[in-house]
């Protein structure tokens, strides 16, 4: 039993998502409940507002169901240049919220996934041409950068940056670059397995090309036959989850196994996340999560 890792979960799989959509998520008292019942020891703050957003209180919904809080997501939308100067001060609300309750989480940044029309449009089969340009990478990669140290500054935490489909920064060429124009003091990676995946690349090889970058894991798992339609039928990124193309771990595409072996292997200490992406009121979220908790129990977490 591998105990340096730990594993969560997130309201993403409940149908608790950053996106607009239709739909009535769960309730956060059934999602912490069942999270605790699967079997995690932790979990992701979710859409702001969702879980309390006062400290005493955050801490107290935590505390009885033996939860950490992990981390937060962060959506900006950093290719436009006044972007992060408006995120800051979100960036340093979540950060002051977290460090409250857990003074080693982590702010997790990302794309405003899925406002692109583009991007949103064209998930899972993107183009060079449809990327940044030159400019534009350096007002994103400048944002990234930027808001990383305001959050550092106030509270001390940690920002990781997550690539995710709908958005920029999708296929691994895009990731690279990212990595490449920012500090590695200041940004991490978080390395989403099912999204690396489902933009075209090799979660392991990732891994293996980054693993001093990588300081937080969301165990995804991409379903090739799904990812293989979504392209051949030039589905969206809603589309393609709505279909299931983010499946229960070990079912799909990502060598889970050769990636637990090799964070072990390099001695990685931190969460491992898992999230099983659905739209609200879609699968069967805790038959999934007890299955998802199993599967990685028999991998030795």
Known sequence: MNERIRVANAPCSWGVLEFDLQGEAAPWQRVLDEMAAAGYAGTELGDWGFLPTEPVALGAVLAPRSLDMVGAFVPVRFRDPDAATEAIPRAIRTARLLSAVNPRALVVLADDNCTDPVRDACAGRIRPDQGLSHSEWCTFAAGVERVARAVSDATGLGSVFHHHGGGFVEPPAE???????????????????????????????????HADRIRHVHFKDCDPAVADRARREKWDYTTAVRHGVF???????VPFREILAALSARSWTGWIVVEQDVLPGMGTPFESAVRNREYLRQLGL
């Open 175 to 209: 990731v690279d670059t990212l990595l490449d124009l920012t500090d590695p003091a200041l940004v991490s990676l978080c390395l989403d397995t099912g999204h690396f995946a489902f933009g075209g690349g090799d979660p392991l090889a990732c891994l293996q090309r």
């Open 247 to 253: 499946s229960e771990l070990g079912r799909g595409s």
